[in-house]
């Protein structure tokens, strides 16, 4: 028996990406909605090659015959309907920031803490976390276990699909404008984003950080240890799709670059592509459309007692979003959902 399944912003980047891969993954559904906002009602998404799904209305959608749901439609829309969804019976795996902090919704990375999903029943909802603090706590997980992460210095180099579809409108908008010599006005971003890195994503806060920035020390804590300090530096770049991270780790305890590089070859998610050689490391491009976290240029790091250096990379709609969304409800359905009766 399958699932009856409301993919909520259905019409934006992850949305469409989640109904991908539902598809490929084969997910056991009997049913698929696809949901958006009244500006979308009635137009048409893919899932998968064969079936085209038509649009229905989030507003006055009943969730009363859903099992799961799979939302991203924004923080503030999520506010509303998440928890809608979650008193009508369905479980909402949510991918927007709304939810990550609550103290009684799970904020998950099946890799690092599925067992945190046992605890979806407080709220019907388990949250999915941001798309830089996926791949940086699947690729770190296998060396926290080893020798205890003390802290995590890391700067983010962030493609601007993670801004959504208007991010990347205005990146070939931009450049289309640079080869055209025609003025450019930034929209989307607060600079230039053609040809040019923007160290800002969201917005500031009180202590000079940008709110991305926070985001990755919180959930970083909240996933994988309280104890672990973190420093972020989050930049957004001229790639359409794909993440790419520069991480400093200092560990409490011993670890050599080759320990650390045989633990990750053995991690669930994780693909060393580190040859020290020119094109020995994997960059967004390649990282696009692949569901892997990627780790090179690993190596050890003189400056601190126990530390090590590496560059990880990612697909930041899937992994960083989709996909980790989609692996959410295979391991809820795996082990954790009771279902309700039909």
């Known amino acids: 028996m399958g699932y009856r399944v409301a993919v909520v912003g259905a019409t934006g980047n992850v949305g469409r990406e989640i109904l991908q891969i539902l598809a490929e993954r084969a997910f056991p559904v009997d049913d698929v ?3 958006a906002s009244e500006r979308s009602i009635g137009k048409q998404v ?20 859903t099992d799961i749901v799979l939302s991203s439609p924004g923080a503030s829309v999520s506010a509303v309907h998440s928890p809608r969804a979650a008193k009508a019976g369905a479980v909402v795996i949510d991918n927007t920031s709304f939810f990550r902090m609550d103290p009684d919704v799970p904020l998950v990375v099946p890799e690092v803490n599925e067992e945190a999903i046992a605890g979806y029943a407080k709220r019907n909802i388990i949250a999915n976390p941001n798309c830089s603090t996926i791949q940086m706590v699947v690729a770190l997980k ?20 993670g801004a959504g ?17 025609e003025l450019i006005r930034p929209e989307k971003f607060t600079k230039q984003i053609a040809f040019n890195v923007i160290p800002h994503i969201d917005k500031f806060m009180d202590d000079g950080s940008t709110k ?7 959930e970083t804590k909240k996933i994988l240890d309280p104890k672990i300090a973190v420093s972020a530096t989050c930049v957004r770049v001229p790639v359409f799709v794909g993440h790419g991270e520069a991480i ?10 080759e320990e650390a590089r045989a633990a990750l070859r053995d991690a669930l998610g994780v693909v060393v592509l580190d040859e020290r050689d020119d094109g020995g490391y994997v960059t967004p491009k390649e990282a696009t459309g692949e569901d892997a976290v990627f780790v090179s240029r690993l190596r050890e790091d003189p400056t601190v007692e126990h530390g090590l250096s590496m560059w990880v990379v990612s697909d930041n709609l899937r992994k960083g ?20 009766a039909a």
């Open 321 to 340: 979003a989709a996909l980790n969304a989609v692996q959410i409800a295979e391991a809820l359905i795996g082990g954790y959902l009771q279902r309700k």
């Open 33 to 35: 909605v696809a949901l």
């Open 212 to 218: 991305e920035e926070w985001k990755m020390m919180v």
């Open 142 to 161: 296998p060396l926290h276990d080893i020798a205890r992460i003390r802290r995590i210095v890391v700067a983010t180099y962030q493609s601007v699909s």
């Open 248 to 257: 400093n780790v200092e560990f409490e305890r011993p670890i050599s670059a």
């Open 165 to 181: 579809k208007d991010g990347m409108d205005s990146l070939f908008d931009e450049t289309r404008r640079i080869y055209m010599n």
């Open 46 to 65: 893919s899932f998968g090659d064969t079936e085209i799904l038509k649009v229905g209305n989030l507003a006055d959608y009943d969730f009363r015959n």
